[in-house]
């Protein structure tokens, strides 16, 4: 009872809109979300009220958020067809600090790096090839909105830089996406040899045409060409990220507010977290400084 209150009140609290990609207020949404969840399970914990059909009842979380009034039929049945994406295909797991329209490009990119070692130096052009639809004439793709950013947050939303700092950087971090790094003129030069086009003859639905083929063009020598369907850490494409890739991004990520000794000491304790007899030991490492 306690969890369909938490769930009812949780409802009436999620939000957030795509015209705040490139702002702080974009990593906001999913703090609003963790702290909505909260705070929805403690009011539940001490007696406050809400409907206990929020998810599947009439004029519902479901009836509105999703297509056909929450009709089951056109969401799709999960015991019919596996609907519900939570289940199938699963949890995505993001490999770099940028938007998910960008990670298949960037895993092409650093795939031919790898290969071929050439730098930005080596670059005349480098073309991102999508499906249709996926590319407006100003050179935006869906959500990625910022074809010359000059912040670090709308540089997470550009095509163009993501791929310019993978070459200049031969990987993606967190510390790419910093206002000084997004200014460098390196980096300003490269972004702006990079395209993304769309292919009218790929419709986006169609599974088999449904990949990212980055090409790019040396200066002196050949034409290198790599095809991604499914990015790192999709369910779809049987590439799991390793745990050593997930502790790689949690050092990344934790290293910019913690202090190394407390960044590898957490990590040690998330590795044998569902066996310690007292969490507070891994929690008082987290505190950080803000």
Request: net charge positive.
């Amino acid at each position: 009872a306690r969890t369909a209150t938490a769930l009812g009140i949780a409802a009436s609290s999620a939000a957030g809109l795509r015209l705040n990609f490139g702002y702080m207020t974009k990593p906001l949404h999913a703090g609003n979300a963790a702290r909505a969840g909260l705070l929805a399970a403690l009011l539940a914990r001490r007696g406050f009220t809400a409907t206990p059909s929020v998810l599947d009842g009439e004029r519902g979380f479901t009836a509105v958020f999703s297509p056909g009034d929450g009709d089951p039929a056109a969401i799709g049945s999960p015991r019919a067809t596996g609907g519900w994406q939570v289940l199938d295909p699963g949890i995505a797991v993001k490999k770099y600090p940028c938007c998910n329209r960008g990670h298949r490009a960037a895993d092409a990119i650093l795939t031919l790096v790898r290969r071929h070692g050439f730098g930005a130096a080596d670059v005349d052009r480098i073309e991102v090839r999508m499906p249709a639809g996926e590319v407006d004439a100003a050179g935006r793709v869906g959500p990625m909105t910022y074809p010359a950013p000059v912040t670090g947050l709308q540089a997470k939303f550009s095509m163009q830089y993501v791929l310019a700092a993978a070459v200049l950087d031969g990987g993606l971090g967190i510390d790419a996406f910093t206002d000084g790094q997004v200014a460098r003129p390196r980096a300003r030069r490269l972004l702006a040899r990079v395209r993304p086009v769309a292919d009218p003859d790929r419709p986006a639905a169609d599974p088999e045409l449904n990949y990212v083929e980055v090409v790019v063009r040396l200066v002196d020598g050949p034409e290198l060409t790599e095809r991604v369907h499914f990015s790192r850490g999709d369910p779809r494409g049987g590439l799991p990220l390793s745990a050593a890739d997930l502790a790689e991004k949690y050092r990344d990520c934790a290293g910019t507010v913690l202090p190394a000794g407390q960044v590898a000491r957490s990590l040690e304790l998330f590795g044998v977290l569902d066996g310690l007899p007292d969490v507070r030991p891994l929690t008082g490492l987290l505190g950080g400084s803000l």
